[in-house]
């Protein structure tokens, strides 16, 4: 049983956060002196480090948190296997959840704008982490945390399943969490955060059903804001597949809905307000809001924009000679040499165009692929292909090899010198050598 005080690899324990069925959370400091590595931690240690469950949800989180590079994620700063523990970022700031308990104390006010921004970060950051190909699947107001400075942090990808208020619907029916998983639970934390309860009426310790009628919870969401409304009533669709099809649409959805609201976002006052001691004034509090800048306009597309293809009815114009100024090459210095065609298409790994240099009619020549507005041979760099849209195999037209200019006499000269120079040096040693090998024999 760990106690403060207790060393831990580089971190010796100072306070223990909250206590799990598999491990604990202790917020621990750093005791090497001059590093260069966050001095404040916080440690998740297994109860046993013979406890192979809990070894690998370690190994699970600490694989997740490093696959992810995002200011809004919580890093992982190491996994130490000896000991059980996982060393993770310390979040400064308030959970969602410690927020709406403030909120309905009287000491903040969570305004609908405000809602709608920080769901916007918290929508990008869950792109960020599904392009990673993780999932987080206990996205709620305890793994939610608001810094003093206004941004948020998403924590706790080991969360029990037990302490979700609500269950998504898919869970129920035994399925493993997805991305669309991700979106329901980010659609009911926002509910939670507008009608200041559970989506479900549900409660920590008790999760609801999540296979129930919404639209009586979401009626008082479209009644403070309409759009929201709209956005989560898909968000929250019973079937994965009536949800979003990807995060990038959530965003451009709630975008919207921001600019359709009245009054500014203002997350700086509310984290300053949650993270304010009790009964303290609130620094503003005459001004109803702050003034932040405008979200960012939404690009054109989300994703890669698929490779555009030619009308069919459009006949391409012919297609100029691609110019090769080396001889046709061979991998045998002795062989036959090869005239090269070259065909441009997609790289189906990269989706750059590139040139793919064929070979045929020549056995054991294998293709060479070089990138576009790149030269290239096998046994040279003179190699100018000619730039084209489509996949047409482009003709290759072999230029003579210009002859290369002769040395000027100057050089000649202390080329000359220095052979000569090398050719004495090689007989004066041998000469030193023979001599040697004389003496010792006589």
Same mark, same amino acid.
């Given at each position: 049983?760990?106690?403060?005080?207790?060393?831990?690899?580089?971190?010796?324990?100072?306070?223990?956060?909250?206590?799990?069925?598999?491990?604990?959370?202790?917020?621990?400091?750093?005791?090497?002196?001059?590093?260069?590595?966050?001095?404040?931690?916080?440690?998740?240690?297994?109860?046993?480090?013979?406890?192979?469950?809990?070894?690998?949800?370690?190994?699970?989180?600490?694989?997740?948190?490093?696959?992810?590079?995002?200011?809004?994620?919580?890093?992982?700063?190491?996994?130490?296997?000896?000991?059980?523990?996982?060393?993770?970022?310390?979040?400064?700031?308030?959970?969602?959840?410690?927020?709406?308990?403030?909120?309905?104390?009287?000491?903040?006010?969570?305004?609908?704008?405000?809602?709608?921004?920080?769901?916007?970060?918290?929508?990008?950051?869950?792109?960020?982490?599904?392009?990673?190909?993780?999932?987080?699947?206990?996205?709620?107001?305890?793994?939610?945390?608001?810094?003093?400075?206004?941004?948020?942090?998403?924590?706790?990808?080991?969360?029990?399943?037990?302490?979700?208020?609500?269950?998504?619907?898919?869970?129920?029916?035994?399925?493993?969490?997805?991305?669309?998983?991700?979106?329901?639970?980010?659609?009911?934390?926002?509910?939670?955060?507008?009608?200041?309860?559970?989506?479900?009426?549900?409660?920590?310790?008790?999760?609801?059903?999540?296979?129930?009628?919404?639209?009586?919870?979401?009626?008082?969401?479209?009644?403070?804001?309409?759009?929201?409304?709209?956005?989560?009533?898909?968000?929250?669709?019973?079937?994965?597949?009536?949800?979003?099809?990807?995060?990038?649409?959530?965003?451009?959805?709630?975008?919207?809905?921001?600019?359709?609201?009245?009054?500014?976002?203002?997350?700086?006052?509310?984290?300053?307000?949650?993270?304010?001691? %009790?009964?303290?004034?609130?620094?503003?509090?005459?001004?109803? $809001?702050? @003034? +932040?800048?405008? =979200? *960012? &306009? #939404?690009? /054109?597309?989300?994703?890669?924009?698929?490779?555009?293809?030619?009308?069919?009815?459009?006949?391409?114009?012919?297609?100029?000679?691609?110019?090769?100024?080396?001889?046709?090459?061979?991998?045998?210095?002795?062989?036959?040499?090869?005239?090269?065609?070259?065909?441009?298409?997609?790289?189906?790994?990269?989706?750059?165009?590139?040139?793919?240099?064929?070979?045929?009619?020549?056995?054991?020549?294998?293709?060479?692929?070089?990138?576009?507005?790149?030269?290239?041979?096998?046994?040279?760099?003179?190699?100018?292909?000619? %730039?084209?849209?489509?996949?047409?195999?482009?003709?290759?037209? $072999?230029? @003579? +090899?210009?002859? =290369? *200019? &002769? #040395?000027? /006499?100057?050089?000649?000269?202390?080329?000359?010198?220095?052979?000569?120079?090398?050719?004495?040096?090689?007989?004066?040693?041998?000469?030193?050598?023979?001599?040697?090998?004389?003496?010792?024999?006589?």
């Amino acid at each position: 049983m760990n106690r403060p005080g207790d060393r831990v690899g580089p971190f010796e324990l100072v306070e223990l956060i909250a206590a799990r069925p598999l491990s604990n959370l202790w917020r621990a400091e750093r005791s090497e002196a001059g590093s260069r590595e966050a001095r404040v931690v916080v440690l998740r240690i297994a109860h046993h480090t013979m406890d192979s469950r809990a070894m690998s949800e370690l190994r699970k989180e600490y694989d997740a948190l490093r696959a992810v590079q995002d200011p809004r994620v919580r890093k992982a700063h190491g996994f130490y296997a000896g000991f059980g523990a996982l060393a993770l970022e310390f979040v400064d700031g308030m959970s969602l959840a410690s927020v709406l308990a403030r909120a309905a104390e009287g000491g903040v006010s969570v305004d609908v704008p405000t809602v709608v921004d920080l769901t916007l970060e918290l929508a990008g950051a869950l792109r960020v982490v599904h392009s990673a190909g993780v999932v987080h699947g206990r996205i709620c107001l305890d793994t939610v945390r608001l810094r003093p400075d206004g941004e948020v942090v998403i924590t706790d990808f080991a969360l029990p399943l037990e302490r979700l208020a609500v269950i998504p619907p898919e869970f129920k029916q035994g399925q493993p969490a997805n991305a669309a998983t991700d979106q329901w639970l980010l659609g009911a934390l926002v509910a939670n955060l507008i009608l200041g309860v559970p989506l479900l009426g549900g409660r920590v310790g008790d999760p609801t059903d999540g296979r129930r009628d919404l639209r009586g919870p979401l009626a008082g969401v479209t009644a403070e804001c309409p759009p929201l409304g709209r956005i989560l009533s898909r968000m929250l669709a019973r079937d994965p597949r009536d949800r979003y099809p990807d995060d990038g649409m959530v965003i451009l959805d709630l975008l919207a809905a921001l600019r359709s609201l009245d009054g500014p976002p203002s997350r700086e006052r509310l984290a300053r307000a949650s993270n304010r001691p %009790v009964g303290a004034p609130v620094a503003g509090a005459a001004q109803r $809001h702050e @003034p +932040r800048m405008r =979200p *960012p &306009e #939404p690009e /054109p597309a989300i994703g890669p924009a698929p490779y555009p293809a030619p009308p069919p009815d459009l006949h391409p114009p012919p297609l100029p000679p691609l110019y090769v100024t080396e001889p046709p090459y061979s991998l045998d210095p002795d062989g036959p040499r090869v005239q090269p065609s070259l065909r441009r298409h997609v790289d189906a790994t990269t989706g750059f165009p590139a040139t793919e240099i064929i070979s045929p009619g020549e056995a054991g020549l294998p293709p060479v692929t070089a990138r576009a507005n790149r030269s290239w041979t096998p046994t040279g760099p003179e190699l100018v292909p000619a %730039v084209h849209e489509d996949d047409t195999e482009l003709p290759v037209v $072999h230029a @003579p +090899r210009p002859t =290369p *200019p &002769e #040395p000027p /006499p100057e050089a000649r000269g202390h080329r000359t010198l220095v052979d000569g120079l090398a050719a004495f040096a090689l007989v004066l040693l041998l000469a030193v050598g023979a001599w040697a090998i004389l003496s010792r024999l006589l």
